[in-house]
T-cell receptor, first 115, second 112 residues
Framework: DAGVTQSPTHLIKTRGQQVTLRCSPK?????VSWYQQALGQGPQFIFQ???????QRGNFPDRFSGHQFPNYSSELNVNALLLGDSALYLC??????????????FGPGTRLLVL | EDQVTQSPEALRLQEGESSSLNCSYT??????LFWYRQDPGKGPEFLFT???AGEEKEKERLKATLTKKESFLHITAPKPEDSATYLC?????????????FGQGTRLTINP
């Protein structure tokens, strides 16, 4: 059973550019959440997608946007990159439809470096 | 505002030396408290979920407990492979509020 997968594993961009990160959830999961983790800090919630809609959003600017596809996979887009966007971006999947208590399982992350 | 504080920030133990990590939380209506293990450069690995005060969960050398204000992760006779950052997170009970609020983590090092 494949776990949560993310691509790419590493990415280097320059300020002002745009980036797209991708996530495939664990088999049987229908909900995807995205987190940003700066070095030495705990993950910070960006947003969550369920049934192809953004269900909840953290304190991140509109430069951060996302999408969920019919197969439950998801993308995170960041526009106008800033140096401070350099971080490990984590995707987590969980199962909402079955009434489960929403344990989130994380992927390996995408390390983004903005120069 | 929901808040999670973990202590200590870093802990260094000798192999076999048992200890506990602390996670204090303030949240209006707790749905669940989660413990994760994270190795450097990797994603967090799920360990336990605790739902109500008094609940305990065990896995190998790890035991998690929950009170109304805090959770403890007890590590018994640790081995070097237990070295990692341990993250605590809370989830609110409000419908649709599934985000996890994390603490900053405790970096645990077990010396052989």
């Amino acid at each position: 059973d494949a776990g949560v997968t993310q691509s790419p594993t590493h990415l280097i961009k320059t300020r002002g550019q745009q980036v797209t990160l991708r996530c495939s959830p664990k088999s049987g999961h229908d909900t995807v959440s995205w987190y940003q983790q700066a070095l030495g800090q705990g993950p910070q919630f960006i947003f969550q997608y369920y049934e192809e809609e953004e269900r909840q959003r953290g304190n991140f600017p509109d430069r951060f946007s996302g999408h969920q596809f019919p197969n439950y996979s998801s993308e995170l887009n960041v526009n106008a990159l800033l140096l401070g966007d350099s971080a490990l971006y984590l995707c987590a999947s969980s199962w909402t439809s079955g009434g489960a208590r929403g344990t989130q399982y994380f992927g390996p992350g995408t390390r983004l470096l903005v120069l | 505002e929901d808040q999670v504080t973990q202590s200590p920030e870093a802990l260094r133990l000798q192999e076999g030396e048992s200890s506990s990590l602390n996670c204090s939380y303030t949240v209006s209506g707790l749905r669940g408290l989660f413990w994760y293990r994270q190795d450097p450069g990797k994603g967090p690995e799920f360990l336990f979920t605790l739902y109500s005060a008094g609940e305990e969960k065990e896995k190998e050398r790890l035991k998690a407990t929950l009170t109304k204000k805090e959770s403890f992760l007890h590590i018994t006779a640790p081995k070097p492979e237990d070295s990692a950052t341990y993250l605590c997170a809370v989830q609110k009970s409000r419908p649709g509020a599934q985000k996890l609020v994390f603490g900053q983590g405790t970096r645990l090092t077990i010396n052989p």
